[in-house]
């Protein structure tokens, strides 16, 4: 009887403590745009800390996100016509109604007067970013973002760098200023919120089976057993 008055005094203690004071800021799609700074193909070659095919991956998967939510994008380079060269084609296409805005100098895009306004004007104030590099392309806009008011979240699989040392410094410097610091599946997952929804299942698993595939494969071997599969012996007493 103790005992139990014990634990239902803690249940009691448990259930007060549920105000944290701590608020989870979700992305939500209404709310959010999506930003490509200077993932272009001269400064795809200075990303070390990534293998070039998990990189360029990152680049369009991140790049999708807009299309696949209906999110309001904004794109721009970084003296496109130098080394650093354009954006790959395939993300132009993928934003034919996105302003491209073409940095002539500002390392930091938000010094470019052209590219605040095209933020501004979509009206969101939950911005995802990527960018190339990570501790300056990303981080300066990122930081400048943060104080002008904006929440960030930093699509941390599609920006890159040197090295992962300077990734990781460039990653807790943004997280510092309240950036969240998350990788595509959480991004897309969030702003989904519900395989329900519409973008749901329907919509998200074709993206993870371009982008993720290890995602993509566990929904093939589930439909490819659901349509036309037969256990082997050993499997029925697994389940
Ligand atoms: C997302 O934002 C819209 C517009 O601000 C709001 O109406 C809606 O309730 C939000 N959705 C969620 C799930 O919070
Ligand atoms: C279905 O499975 C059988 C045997 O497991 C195989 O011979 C056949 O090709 C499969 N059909 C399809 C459409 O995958």
């Avoid at 933020?119 to 981080?139: F, L, N, S």
């Avoid at 960030?152 to 040392?165: K, L």
């Avoid at 490819?224 to 007493?237: D, S, W, Y």
């Amino acid at each position: 009887m103790k005992l139990l008055i014990q634990i239902l005094s803690l249940c009691a203690l448990a259930s007060a403590a549920v105000d944290s004071g701590y608020i989870y800021t979700r992305l939500n799609a209404s709310e959010a745009m999506l930003l490509v700074v200077d993932l272009q193909v001269g400064l795809y070659s200075q990303v070390r800390d990534q293998t070039p095919e998990a990189y360029l991956n990152a680049m369009m998967a991140h790049s999708a996100i807009g299309p696949l939510f209906n999110l309001p994008t904004v794109l721009t380079t970084s003296a496109s016509s130098g080394p650093n060269g354009p954006l790959p084609k395939e993300i132009v296409d993928m934003h034919p109604h996105a302003p491209l805005v073409s940095r002539q100098g500002e390392v930091n895009a938000w010094d470019n007067a052209e590219f605040r306004a095209a933020v501004e004007a979509t009206g969101r104030k939950q911005i995802i970013i990527a960018g190339i590099t990570t501790d300056v392309c990303t981080a300066f806009l990122a930081l400048s973002l943060r104080q002008a008011g904006y929440e960030v979240w930093a699509n941390t699989d599609a920006s890159g760098t040197f090295s992962t040392r300077i990734a990781d410094e460039a990653n807790v410097r943004m997280r510092g200023a309240g950036v969240q610091t998350i990788g595509m599946f959480a991004i897309v997952l969030e702003l989904m919120r519900d395989w329900r929804n519409t973008p749901g299942a329907a919509e998200v698993l074709p993206y993870f089976d371009k982008y993720l595939p290890s995602y993509g494969f566990l929904a093939r071997s589930h439909a490819a057993a659901v349509l036309n599969g037969t256990l082997i012996p050993g499997e029925a007493g697994l389940a």
